[in-house]
């Protein structure tokens, strides 16, 4: 694990560190070496075709403390957009929102064989931004319940948007990253998501331990 080189914009301050998440020591831009070098890769590839762009990192590492945390954040989010209360919820109005949280958040598992992606350091959420630093529009903010997350939303409605997501998903394909199949902005090389989706045998990367991990 590496700190994110200064060479990569960042988002912030860091969103879930401004909620309160519980990181520690750690650092939510980390991430494996091998990440960062193809993570290289994929801006060179971006920055060849369209030189006033350039990738910005929005989260890299996250120990599974901090995606319980941002798990049970998104729920409470959720349940106040459907104007429940907690109290009087049915466990069947609990299944429904569960449901729409993990389409979008793993489940915080601590068993070795089902590290959630971001806790491998193998994982990263990126979206696009200009020579001005300004974040470009890709349809729908990061990290969005809602269809409009998918990665071909837009397809049919807004071919500029969907075009964007497109070269965003290019650069990062070519350099050895596999994009999650509902979230746009979600890339990941040698977790066990990556190995499911090109068809390996087993993952490169399993979780890494938060007291591992340090500035």
């Known amino acids: 694990m590496i700190a994110l080189p200064v060479q990569f914009s960042r988002q912030t301050p860091h969103a879930y560190q401004q909620l309160g998440a519980p990181y520690g020591a750690a650092s939510p831009f980390m991430l494996r070496s091998s990440v960062v070098a193809r993570l290289a890769q994929a801006q060179f590839f971006l920055q060849r075709r369209y030189p006033e762009w350039r990738m910005r990192i929005f989260d890299g590492y996250r120990p599974v403390a901090v995606q319980q945390f941002m798990v049970q954040w998104t729920f409470d989010q959720q ?66 319940v809602s269809e409009r997350s998918y990665p071909d939303y837009f397809v049919t409605q807004d071919l500029a948007l969907h075009h964007r997501r497109t ?49």
């Open 79 to 144: 349940l106040q957009a459907q104007g429940w209360q907690l109290a009087t919820l049915t466990s069947a109005q609990r299944e429904q929102l569960y449901s729409q949280v993990y389409q979008f958040w793993a489940v915080p598992s601590l068993e070795p064989a089902t590290p959630p992606p971001h806790s491998t350091g193998g994982a990263l959420d990126v979206t696009l931004e200009d020579s001005l630093g300004r974040e470009l529009d890709l349809g729908s903010p990061i990290d969005e």
């Open 167 to 215: 070269i965003l998903n290019q650069a990062m394909h070519q350099a050895g990253f596999a994009r999650h199949p509902q979230e746009w902005w979600h890339f990941s090389y040698g977790d066990q998501l990556w190995a499911w989706q090109i068809g390996a045998a087993q993952a490169i990367y399993g979780r890494v331990p938060t007291l591992d991990v340090a500035h």
